[in-house]
């Protein structure tokens, strides 16, 4: 049997997401992908809630199913524990996980099933016209806070990390190469997969993650994950906790080890207290934590 292509992956569905929406690249990272696994589209299964991301099933030529909010996870469990031979996908937003929905993630962890679970994090509520979500930053300002938000975000990173999640991991829409290679890391772990990826919402949250896309900024503010090598960015290989200069607080990561160990879940924990949007320091990408 000839590999497949992309094109094998997609429908013919209208795709109905707002012209310049990070999750068309976050489709076609995967749509590329998957022909490297090697299964056939019946053998795969795409799982979402409701939101801007639970429309991504319609557009996956696999099995797929469009689920009520925040319930994705005891669909795409029922689905694994009946049918483990098929490979389980769950798709979700921030407000759709870690609102409505967080009691069942955390417990979908925690349950450590072989689920590859994505959490397109927009850091707003889109489909219901740009509200506050769980993960909006303090001061963000929304139609739910005309002043900016009060609240502290939820930190998906921890939120995995503490629920017993054994697979860990932040990408990027504007990253297909580097999200491709997340998807293949949690393809191959055999447990609960987290990945989170930071989704540009052009309508209600546009920019969000410039900083980290734009080619002037992106070198300095993003610090790749590889297990076993330097934490090292940027031009001058700077180490991660060298990056403020001396007017700025004592970093919580200053004594953190320079090499990354994915399989160690305090340095984990560390890199996602990374204080990262404040400070102008990097912002970790990659794979934080894998229980191996
Ligand atoms: Fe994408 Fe935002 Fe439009 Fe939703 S509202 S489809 S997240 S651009
Ligand atoms: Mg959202």
Redesign the pocket.
Known sequence: MSKLKKQDFATDNEV???P????YAILAAMQRFLPEIGLQPEQIVFVSGIG??GRFPYYMNTFGFHTIHGRAPAVATGIKLMRPELSVWLVCGDGDGLSIGAGQLLHCLRRDLDINILLLN?Q?Y??T?GQASPTSPIGQTTKTTPDGSVEQPVNPIKFALAAGATFVARGLDKDPKHLARLFEAAYQHKGSSLIEIY???????DGAFAAYESKATRDQRVLFLEDGQKMQFGSQQEPIYATLNSEQPVSPLEHLASTHDKANIQQANQLADWPNADLGAPLPLGVYYQNI
Do not use: S
Not at 20 to 23: P, Q
Not at 199 to 204: E, G, L, W, Y
């Open positions: 109905k997401w707002c310049g929406c990070g999750d801007c991301a927009n707003v889109g489909l016209k989704q540009n919402c052009p309508i209600f949250n």
